[in-house]
């Protein structure tokens, strides 16, 4: 790590930098390295299975000197060949984050977060959630012995919150929406002095999640795809994919990048609504100055991308806009049907967040958008079993009988039809 350099108007500052945004205009911030250095140890990555994050450390900017308590990272990539020909899509996978610890990809970011909490001395990390930053905060902050506050949506769903809570967090359910609590986490943490997590605010956030785009180029032999589909909320998920994507380009080892596509719920679209009013609007995309992302009042089923105003907004729509990508807007009706789709043709299930990002796709190959030969990959960022409630109202009902076998050879039909 060299430094940082600001997302809006490219000032840059050392690597001994203690803030967390750029002093100049309040923007957040990239994190800089010498990409030379990084080359070779990436190349020789490629003959050898992945362990986790870590294995990226010559571009991470923490330092681990014992073996990390957890293994975050090194989820699969599925060929989802059912689900794309279902589609009209030869080339369709999955990249399933379900299986880190805390059962989405926010544990790339905490780890990362969490270890640099410790390396700058802090004992108590606090973070604003819709409930998976802050359940994957305190799964991390459990593992590596510090204390963890969360400020959650008291609407967050009830899986979420368990999780919060067995974890050992310090839980504040916040009568307001996921906005109220990211305010009243930085006025705590700026009060009482604690290591802020805010999703985007903290430049380490962003970092953690671009190892995902790491491992699509790894799992692909050195290449990138020609899409990556990515659910968006405050847009630092999908700002960090971008980064991951521009660090290996830095790097010299990504010869093509992808298109980065947005996928949002229609009534919680603040990162689409910009990126078309800046197409519109702009035909210099490369100053960044001063220039403002919208702000909704969200309403959708997908807690996780329920977002009034994006606080990786910019990063966001830098990354759609710079990749040629699409902010696709999906109903709530599309991402519900596309959990047992996911579920059904590929067998990974996705929380409703997750789920949008494959109802883009499906939006993108009828439209035409997608060719159907092109590489994409669609990225599940959160696990079904997170937010059930949402996934029964799509899934139907069981059928309840007696404990007779006259039950089942009446319903036979049924069942094998
Ligand atoms: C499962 C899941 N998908 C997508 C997102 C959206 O990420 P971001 O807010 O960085 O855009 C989140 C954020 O909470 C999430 O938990
Ligand atoms: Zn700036």
Redesign the pocket.
């Known amino acids: 790590m060299i430094g940082y350099c600001c997302i809006a108007c490219a000032k840059t500052q050392a690597a001994d930098f203690d803030g967390f945004v750029c002093p100049a205009c309040g923007n957040n911030l990239d994190i800089i390295y010498d990409y030379a250095a990084a080359a070779a140890a990436f190349t020789q990555k490629l003959g050898s299975q992945p362990v986790d994050i870590f294995d990226y450390a010559e571009l991470l900017p923490v330092v681990t000197e014992s073996a990390f308590p957890l293994r975050i990272g090194a989820t699969p990539l599925y060929a989802a060949t059912a689900l794309g020909e279902f589609l009209g899509l030869t080339n369709l996978y999955l990249k399933d984050e379900s299986g880190n610890p805390s059962a989405?990809?926010?544990d790339r970011a905490s780890a990362i977060a969490v270890q640099r909490a410790i390396d700058t001395g802090a004992d108590i990390v606090a973070t604003a959630?819709?409930?998976?930053?802050g359940s994957s905060l305190a799964c991390l902050s459990a593992a590596l012995g510090v204390r963890a506050v969360v400020f959650v949506p008291e609407t967050a769903p009830a899986a979420k919150l368990t999780q919060l809570l067995s974890y050992g967090a310090r839980v504040l359910a916040v009568r307001g929406s996921y906005d109220d609590c990211f305010d009243l986490c930085m006025t705590a943490c700026e009060e009482f002095g604690w290591f802020n997590r805010n999703?985007?605010h903290n430049p380490f956030t962003r970092e953690g999640?671009k190892t995902c785009a790491y491992e699509i180029w790894r799992a692909f032999g050195g290449e990138l795809p020609d899409r990556i589909v990515?659910?968006?909320?405050?847009?630092?998920?999908?700002?960090?994919i971008w980064k991951g994507c521009r660090d290996l380009q830095a790097a010299g080892l990504a010869a093509r990048l992808p298109r980065i596509d947005a996928a949002q719920s229609v009534d919680s679209a603040a990162i689409s609504h910009s990126v078309h009013r800046l197409r519109e609007a702009r035909s210099d995309t490369t100053d960044w100055t001063g220039v403002e992302v919208d702000k909704v009042a969200a309403d959708t089923i997908a807690d996780?991308?329920a977002?009034d105003e994006?606080r990786?907004g910019l990063a966001?729509v830098r990354a759609v806009i710079e990749s040629g990508g699409e902010a696709v807007t999906v109903p709530d009706a599309e991402i519900l049907d596309a959990i047992p789709l996911m579920s059904r043709l590929a067998g990974v299930f996705p929380?409703p967040?997750?789920a949008a990002a494959l109802a883009a796709v499906k939006r993108m190959r009828a439209s035409g958008t997608i060719d159907a030969t092109e590489r994409v990959v669609c990225v599940v960022?959160?696990n079904g079993l997170?937010d059930t409630g949402s996934a029964a109202r799509a899934a139907g009902h069981p059928t309840v009988i007696e404990p007779r076998i006259e039950s089942v050879r009446t319903l036979l039909p049924r069942i094998l039809s």
């Open positions: 989405s990809i926010k959630s819709t409930g998976n930053a999703t985007g999640k990515v659910a968006t909320g405050d847009g630092n998920i999908i700002s960090g996780s991308i977002v994006p990786d966001a929380e967040a997750a960022t959160g997170k």
